[in-house]
Every structure is written in C-alpha cells, then in structure tokens.
T-cell receptor
Framework: EPEVTQTPSHQVTQMGQEVILRCVPI?????FYWYRQILGQKVEFLVSFYNNEISEKSEIFDDQFSVERPDGSNFTLKIRSTKLEDSAMYFCASLGAGRMNTEAFFGQGTRLTVV | DAKTTQPNSMESNEEEPVHLPCNHS???????IHWYRQLPSQGPEYVIHGLTSNVNNRMASLAIAEDRKSSTLILHRATLRDAAVYYCILSGGGSNYKLTFGKGTLLTVNP
C-alpha cells in the first residue's frame, strides 16, 4: 500500500522561529497539497502544487508560508516566523496524474506546537 | 466551492449497516462526489468517490441520486474501527482537484 510520509511527527518551536515541515509524497504522483487542522476544527486547505509551482493557495497561505519540492521527492512547507495561531496539525497529501484520478493520499500529519 | 450538508453525528451498532447521507443540491456537472474519513488522531483517508453511477469498493458503497443532488455512503457492516468523522466533498479531478472539508458526520459505533 503506497503511503505519504511526514516528518517530524511533532515539532515544538518558539514563536518567531522558522519551521520546515517535510513530506515524501507517493513517488509517481504529480499533485501535492498541504492542509492544516487546528485542534477541534475543520481540515483547511492551504496550498496545492503542480509542475513545480503553486496552482492554488488559500487566504491562510500568506507571505509567511512557502512550499518547495527541492529534490523531486520531498515536498516541504516552510513557515518563516511562526505565530501562536500556527499551532495545528499539518497534513500533506498527494494525487496521481490523470483527470479521472480523485484518490488523494494523506500523511499522518505533523503536530506543530508554537510556544 | 459547491457545498454539502451532512448530519453532525450518527450512531450505529457494530455489524449493522450504516447509511450516511449527504445533500449537495448545487453540484455542477463536472463535480465528483468524494467521501473521506478521519479516524481519531489520523490524517484523512479516502473512502470512495463517484460521478453519476453507484459505486462499490472494498470499504463501502456509494449510492448517488439520479439528479445527483444527494448521495449516501453505505458501510455494509460497521465495525468499531469505522468510528470516525466522515466527509462528503465535491471536487473536480486532476488539476481541478481540491478538497474543501466541512464538519462532516461523526459516526459512533456501539459494541
């Protein structure tokens, strides 16, 4: 069974620090996503990424956020200067090619705690 | 984004069938109907999807109304491991794929 891997599983950081959340999507997938879920709330879309560029981003994804696929396997989410309200579970997802493909695979998430 | 409406919660007994409804009266012709679920402390997990016809897979069945304005996810025999939040989501496929999660239906399965 293919899987999306996220590291670390839990990250604690001080307010104002930069964090990088890492994801290894499924190897032949072409579409990549980041979502977040604040404790007790809905899963929220952050950004989608295709062909080495952002295809869509939400209002949450402001200038403090960036994504990168540095080496063809990893997909990272960087938060430049973390705020307390960035504390959440962050989920990476990937989707295979093809217009008919609609089964996204999610990772187990990284719990980010900003103190 | 086209919206869906689901009950906040449902309860079932183990080994009984469960029918989880979803209304999506503003669905467009290119929208797929997706169901995902989220078990406690885990990431969302794909369950099933369909466009017009009913669909079956190893996890569940999806019954889609003829006018596509509603659908029902059917778990044929609920187990304790099926206790989760179930999300009904509309989206296109491929480059038009984007999941917008609502609150979903919290399914409780009683032993």
């Amino acid at each position: 069974e293919p899987e999306v891997t996220q590291t670390p599983s839990h990250q604690v950081t001080q307010m104002g620090q930069e964090v990088i959340l890492r994801c290894v999507p499924i190897s032949n997938h072409l579409y990549f996503y980041w979502y977040r879920q604040i404790l007790g709330q809905k899963v929220e879309f952050l950004v989608s990424f295709y062909n080495n560029e952002i295809s869509e981003k939400s209002e949450i994804f402001d200038d403090q956020f960036s994504v990168e696929r540095p080496d063809g396997s990893n997909f990272t989410l960087k938060i430049r200067s973390t705020k307390l309200e960035d504390s959440a579970m962050y989920f990476c997802a990937s989707l295979g090619a093809g217009r008919m493909n609609t089964e996204a695979f999610f990772g187990q998430g990284t719990r980010l705690t900003v103190v | 984004d086209a919206k869906t409406t689901q009950p906040n919660s449902m309860e079932s007994n183990e080994e009984e069938p469960v029918h989880l409804p979803c209304n999506h009266s503003t669905i467009s012709g290119t929208d797929y109907i997706h169901w995902y679920r989220q078990l406690p402390s885990q990431g969302p997990e794909y369950v099933i999807h369909g466009l017009t016809s009913n669909v079956n897979n190893r996890m569940a069945s999806l019954a889609i109304a003829e006018d596509r304005k509603s659908s029902t996810l059917i778990l044929h025999r609920a187990t304790l491991r099926d206790a989760a939040v179930y999300y009904c989501i509309l989206s296109g496929g491929g480059s038009n794929y984007k999941l917008t999660f609502g609150k979903g239906t919290l399914l409780t399965v009683n032993p």
